[in-house]
């Protein structure tokens, strides 16, 4: 009510005041008129026609004198913004929700009524708000609430007609501008919420439109929003994007959430304090046009209202009179009314509006009894349902001597529209009453959108009233008795048109958290895994959240997550290992929820990676892919197609896999009944060299001397690990006979080892496996291949003698020559390339 409101505004300003805020706070609200306001009172708030009704009274003028009306009950209340003009060109009638929200399919038209409308609420002191940027008027809606609803036109397209109103307003002065959650999606834009795309906010509507009032982001709890990104990573996106003001319109918990999820970005550096101070600026300078501490703590209520009153109510009723419409010719069913008349309208449960719109069943029901009291005749009612035309209503029709059928977005309802056709057939089937056919007289009444049946030339006579509340029903009965001449106008002529620039959202990244992330990271690596080809296994196959943190001394890991924190679920993740024995900063796994994929996650997690990689102490170089943990080896290449778009993504953010060394993992499998190929144990003799199988740590020094004469990363953390577990894990060495001198070392593990956990592909194996890993043979070693085969052969021995029937051979060169280890019973499992870069020429790190 409007007393409950004033009341509610004086005392958030006063908390405001005593608080010590230097300026009132900026109180907003929806009041669209029609079936959008969100303040109602029925005896102080006036009701007047919705945007498009205006529209179709085909008056500016009007316009103005409605929003100042409009304007001036709310201010007196103590409210100081409005949340309009809509500024939505209709360009898709048939499909779409906005309805009588907009002033219709026309740019111009639309563009002259919002800019009444806009100097209307501003004459009577409110600041204004242009909505939903860059145009709610042609979205295409997937079905359910969780899915977002998307814009397919191009720049281009936009710019010659949905655009055609914002650019208006922001010339005349529009103070601020809400920017839609709608995707977009054409040849050139790419944006999954319009309101967290800087190409959007800061590109279109900043830079081309040359707008620096405030910009207001759509309500971040929409359903399809919060679920896809989670309200904190919303909020950071929002603010990136360049919002200045962050809609959550429900629970405070969320609130809450949208606070936390900022707090984090700004520590985490996503977000500036420069980008923080350019909205205060233009916050505090939109307060200053519309609010002061006198005005603020002064609302003046009731008082105001009623002297209003008289004028408005005169105001409302010429409104609703001036845009009831007959598209099509009136038919005789209007002189048929003094008689009996059949009306049926939709079921209550199509309309659940706000309180200024009665419920479904009241307002027919009223409408019914206004019939009936202007002429003495008989008028029944029944609603109608998706179950179509039943023996009811054939009753009712039969008897009737004209029929009344009320539409409420049929468009949208396609039972609706199905309903009505039938019942125009059976009053078009002609009968005979005392020997002369005729027809039964029908009237369709479309109580919203005005585009349900407004092309169809088979409905007898069709009115439009473009809102169902009490007033224009008023309006519509007088119509109907020809009590007053219908003068609105269809607005707009209903025409339906159809490029792109990529848009880089900036995600929320937030450090891994065991406790917290541990069980969504396991769903996500099922439903990464899931998503690979039926015959090609997945590099995660048996992966837990466990098999990324190494816990180990000289490595330093930080691991990032971007997350849902309304639902918790992960949507992408990056594991980072800093090796410090070699400089070596590695990414060793990126992976995004395959359903969220081109939507820039993996770009943000990327660029976390970097910037954290980059602030190591001793960092010398970068690489792609990762011995320890052996998850992804490189950049995954045994996938066809895959490949291709995978070089093509890292390549963007500045790897050059020219530079790539292929590396693949092998199996053996069915050991138990292999045996070594003639004559390999022939060769391994002519190899000059002897062999040992050590375990334990003191044999540490010389083997780890020897694995330096190799700075591939992950060796000695690989080479330290088997040491340290004698139980489980061993080390062949290959010496030369003269001075003992070690010229070839491999590590053999089982699947108790440490060195298992972070082996995933020794698992998914699903038989008893062991593995041989980290082959290094010296630089000065003359028989380079005959050395490896006789260390491999070796550990397949021993593998064997330990009951396995499967060994992982788990990081080899994949350009090498494989006929030897095809001989000895391998396969490659899978294939990757290890892309690595000097650190110090790192210099393609796209904006953070």
């Known amino acids: 009510a409007a007393e409950d409101t004033t009341k509610l505004c004086y005392e958030l300003q006063k908390i405001a005041h005593d608080a010590g805020h230097p300026v009132p706070l900026a109180i907003g609200l929806d009041q669209e008129n029609g079936g959008v306001n969100s303040l109602y009172d029925e005896i102080y708030i006036r009701q007047y026609p919705s945007n498009m009704g205006i529209a179709a009274a085909g008056s500016t003028d009007l316009a103005f004198d409605v929003?100042?009306?409009?304007?001036?009950?709310?201010?007196?209340?103590?409210?100081?913004?409005?949340?309009?003009?809509?500024?939505?060109?209709?360009?898709?009638?048939?499909?779409?929700?906005?309805?009588?929200?907009?002033a219709g399919d026309d740019p111009q038209e639309v563009s002259a009524y919002g800019v009444a409308f806009m100097k209307g609420y501003k004459e009577a002191g409110l600041v204004t708000?242009?909505?939903?940027?860059?145009?709610?008027?042609?979205?295409?809606?997937?079905?359910?609430?969780?899915?977002?609803p998307i814009i397919t036109e191009s720049l281009e397209q936009l710019s010659l007609s949905a655009l055609v109103p914002f650019r208006n307003a922001i010339q005349q002065g529009v103070d601020s501008m809400m920017v839609g959650g709608c995707a977009m999606s054409s040849a050139g834009l790419n944006a999954m919420h319009a309101c967290l795309s800087d190409q959007v906010v800061d590109g279109l509507l900043r830079k081309d439109l040359?707008?620096?009032?405030?910009?207001?982001?759509?309500?971040?709890?929409?359903?399809?929003?919060?679920?896809?990104?989670?309200?904190?990573?919303?909020?950071?996106?929002?603010?990136?994007?360049?919002?200045d003001v962050v809609l959550l319109c429900r629970s405070f918990s969320v609130q809450q959430e949208a606070m936390k999820g900022l707090k984090t970005g700004i520590e985490n550096a996503m977000i500036t304090k420069e980008r923080i101070y350019d909205s205060l600026r233009r916050v505090l300078t939109m307060k200053l046009k519309c609010t002061s501490w006198e005005k603020a703590l002064n609302p003046p209520g009731i008082t105001l209202l009623e002297a209003l009153q008289p004028s408005h109510t005169a105001l409302s009723t010429k409104a609703y009179n001036g845009s009831i419409t007959v598209p099509l010719a009136a038919s005789a069913a209007s002189k048929a009314l003094s008689e009996t008349a059949a009306a049926g309208s939709p079921e209550p449960a199509v309309w659940e509006r706000s309180a200024s719109v009665m419920s479904g069943e009241r307002v027919f029901r009223e409408l019914g009894r206004s019939l009936a009291r202007q002429r003495s005749g008989r008028v029944l009612h029944t609603s109608y349902t998706a179950n179509g035309v039943r023996p009811v209503h054939e009753n009712l029709i039969n008897r009737a001597s004209a029929i009344i059928v009320l539409t409420a977005d049929a468009n949208r309802n396609l039972y609706q529209h199905g309903f009505t056709k039938h019942v125009s057939m059976i009053c078009n089937m002609q009968y005979t009453t005392g020997g002369e056919k005729r027809e039964k007289p029908l009237i369709v009444v479309a109580v919203s959108s005005p585009y349900?049946?407004?092309?169809?030339?088979?409905?007898?006579?069709?009115?439009?009233?473009?809102?169902?509340?009490?007033?224009?029903?008023?309006s519509l009965v007088k119509v109907l008795y020809?009590?007053?001449?219908?003068?609105?106008?269809?607005?707009?002529?209903i025409s339906k048109s159809q490029k792109l620039h990529h848009s880089r959202q900036h995600w929320l990244v937030e450090a891994f958290n065991e406790e917290r992330d541990a069980n969504a990271l396991d769903a996500l690596v099922k439903v990464v895994m899931e998503s690979s080809s039926p015959n090609q296994r997945s590099e995660l196959s048996s992966a837990t959240s466990n098999s990324f943190t190494l816990n180990h001394t000289e490595v330093e890991e930080a691991h990032f997550v971007v997350r849902n924190s309304s639902t918790q679920a992960l949507y992408g993740f990056c594991s980072t290992y800093f090796f410090k024995t070699t400089g070596t900063g590695v990414i060793g796994a990126l992976f995004v929820d395959p359903g969220r994929r081109k939507l820039s996650i993996g770009?943000?997690?990327?660029?976390?990676?970097?910037?954290?990689?980059?602030?190591?102490?001793g960092i010398k170089r970068f690489q792609l892919g990762s011995r320890l943990p052996s998850i992804f080896l490189g950049i995954p290449t045994g996938h066809g197609a895959e490949r291709k778009r995978l070089r093509s993504w890292f390549a963007n953010l500045g790897w050059n896999a020219a530079l790539s060394r292929p590396v693949c993992s092998m199996v053996a499998r069915n050991l138990l009944s292999w045996s070594p190929p003639d004559g390999m144990a022939k060769s391994l003799a002519s190899a000059g060299a002897e062999f040992d199988l050590v375990y334990g740590w003191e044999y540490s020094g010389p083997i780890l001397d020897h694995i330096k004469t190799s700075n591939r990363q992950g060796l000695a953390e690989v080479y330290k690990l088997a040491l340290a577990?004698?139980?489980a894990c061993g080390i062949i060495r290959a010496k030369r006979p003269e001075d003992g001198t070690l010229v070839g070392t491999v590590v053999l593990y089982n699947q108790h080892s440490r060195l298992s956990e972070f082996v995933p592909p020794l698992k998914d194996l699903n038989e008893v496996a062991g593995g041989i890993s980290s082959p290094v043979i010296s630089p000065t070693a003359g028989e380079y291949s005959t050395l490896l085969q006789g260390l491999i052969l070796l550990g397949?021995?021993?593998?064997?003698?330990?009951?396995?029937?499967?060994?992982?051979?788990?990081?080899?060169?994949?350009?090498?020559?494989?006929?030897?280890?095809?001989?000895?019973?391998?396969?490659?499992l899978h294939n990757f390339e290890e892309v690595s870069c000097d650190a110090a020429t790192w210099t393609v790190i796209p904006p953070a």
């Open 796 to 828: 397949m021995r021993q593998i064997k003698a330990q009951g396995c029937n499967a060994c992982l051979l788990d990081y080899m060169d994949g350009d090498g020559n494989f006929d030897g280890f095809s001989a000895m019973g391998f396969e490659v």
């Open 725 to 727: 577990d004698p139980s």
């Open 129 to 148: 708000l242009g909505k939903h940027f860059p145009s709610y008027g042609n979205l295409e809606f997937l079905g359910s609430t969780l899915d977002v």
């Open 67 to 102: 929003a100042k009306a409009t304007a001036q009950e709310l201010s007196a209340c103590g409210i100081n913004w409005i949340f309009g003009p809509c500024l939505d060109v209709l360009t898709n009638a048939r499909n779409q929700p906005l309805g009588v929200r907009t």
């Open 452 to 474: 349900d049946f407004a092309m169809d030339t088979s409905i007898g006579t069709y009115i439009c009233t473009y809102d169902f509340t009490e007033t224009a029903l008023n």
């Open 482 to 493: 020809g009590e007053l001449s219908p003068s609105g106008t269809l607005p707009g002529t």
């Open 603 to 617: 770009h943000s997690l990327h660029n976390r990676a970097i910037r954290t990689l980059l602030q190591r102490e």
């Open 210 to 243: 040359k707008f620096d009032g405030v910009v207001v982001s759509e309500c971040l709890e929409m359903d399809a929003l919060s679920h896809n990104i989670g309200v904190g990573g919303g909020t950071v996106m929002a603010v990136n994007a360049g919002c």
